[in-house]
């Protein structure tokens, strides 16, 4: 089945920063990758998702870049605010089994 | 609408006792999925349906069971609790775009204590 690995699992960046969050999945049929954000107590919500036949997507300060061949891809947030910090998860799905398999979860900590 | 809406919110259990957790949503969505979240392992999959009558296994079913016996519901069981099953449940639904994309709409979580 699918594994995905998600890096670091903590990040503290200062307000204004970027921040990078990356991730590695093993089956090469995965073609559909989305990041979800907790907030303490909170349930997990989609922040932004790529498919397989794009490299890269923006929307406003954060993007996604995916990496095919390297089985990779990374989640960037510019400008970070005091109201970034949470828990981001990775995932991975291919269209034969729809069940997202997520990443351990990094939690980042913006520090105004 | 209410979206997924879990029930119950917080429950603790004595080992060996059984209890049931139950995902309903509003949104006609095909797919259902019960994950469980520990720190520091993510969210991990028990269970999930891909319609009315249908359920697959994840990467820990053990320990679990499923239903769904009507699309709207999605029931989870734990025949004989054990402390290795405290953990928060999150049950979510799906519909798939026609570009492939799978958007997950969770609920608010059920934490469960086993003693």
């Known amino acids: 089945g699918e594994n995905v690995e998600q890096h670091p699992s903590t990040l503290s960046v200062q307000e204004g920063d970027s921040a990078v969050i990356k991730c590695t999945y093993s089956?090469?049929?995965?073609?559909?990758f989305p990041w979800y954000k907790q907030e303490l107590g909170k349930r997990p919500q989609l922040i932004i998702d790529?498919?397989?036949?794009?490299g890269e997507k923006k929307d406003q300060r954060i993007a996604v870049t995916l990496n095919k061949t390297a089985k990779h891809f990374s989640l960037h947030i510019t400008e970070t605010q005091p109201e970034d910090s949470a828990v981001y998860f990775c995932?991975?799905?291919?269209?034969?089994?729809?069940?997202?398999?997520f990443g351990s979860g990094t939690r980042l900590q913006v520090q105004p | 609408n209410a979206g997924v809406t879990q029930t119950p919110k917080f429950r603790v259990l004595k080992t060996g006792q059984s209890m049931t957790l139950l995902c309903a949503q509003d949104?006609?969505?095909?797919?259902m999925y019960w994950y469980r979240q520990d720190p520091g392992m993510g969210l991990r999959l028990i269970h999930y349906?891909?319609?009315?009558?249908?359920?697959a296994k994840g990467e820990v079913p053990d320990g679990y069971n499923v239903s769904r016996l009507k699309k709207q519901n999605f029931l989870l069981g734990l025949e004989s609790a054990a402390p290795s099953q405290t953990s928060v449940y999150f049950c979510?639904?799906?519909?798939?775009?026609?570009?492939?994309?799978?958007?997950?709409?969770f609920g608010a979580g059920s934490r469960l204590t086993v003693l």
């Open positions: 949104m006609n969505h095909e797919y």
């Open positions: 995932a991975a799905s291919n269209t034969g089994r729809r069940a997202l398999t």
């Open positions: 979510a639904s799906s519909y798939a775009t026609a570009s492939g994309a799978n958007v997950l709409t």
């Open positions: 790529i498919r397989s036949n794009v």
């Open positions: 089956d090469s049929a995965s073609n559909y």
């Open positions: 349906s891909v319609g009315e009558g249908t359920t």
